[in-house]
């Protein structure tokens, strides 16, 4: 059984840096393209980040371009998220995800089969 469990979140300050992470069990992390979403209140969820099973190839939203950075532990089966300069417009619950298909790189919640509980994270203006 898959599971992801992330930890992380947090209530920080505009400009303020958060790190998330996500641990994985029950895959084979290192055949799989991670991502993560985030889901703000009264709004869909949306894509942040992927990267690929490698780790060599890595896809941001516009929105967090250049703020955040993902990685990945392949040893560990662990995936990260650091946020900087962080702006309330990134207030949100933060979710990983994994797709069942391997070695595809994907940025549509829908493609994604398996995800964590999600982590919250508030930034105050």
């Known amino acids: 059984q898959v599971q992801l469990v992330e930890s992380g979140g947090g209530l920080v300050q505009a400009g303020d840096s958060l790190r998330l992470s996500c641990a994985a069990s029950?895959?084979?992390?290192?055949?799989?393209?991670m991502g993560w979403f985030r889901q703000a209140p009264g709004k869909e969820r949306e894509f942040v980040a992927r990267?690929?099973?490698?780790?060599?190839?890595?896809y941001y939203a516009d929105s967090v371009q250049g703020r955040f950075t993902i990685s990945r532990d392949n040893a560990k089966s662990t995936l990260y998220l650091q946020m900087n300069s962080l702006k309330p417009e990134d207030t949100a619950v933060y979710y990983c995800?994994?797709?069942?298909?391997?070695?595809?790189?994907?940025?549509?919640?829908?493609?994604?089969?398996?995800w964590g509980q999600g982590t919250q994270v508030t930034v105050s203006s």
């Open positions: 029950g895959l084979t992390f290192t055949f799989y393209t």
């Open positions: 995800a994994a797709p069942q298909v391997m070695f595809r790189n994907f940025e549509k919640p829908s493609d994604y089969d398996y």
């Open positions: 990267i690929n099973w490698s780790g060599g190839n890595t």
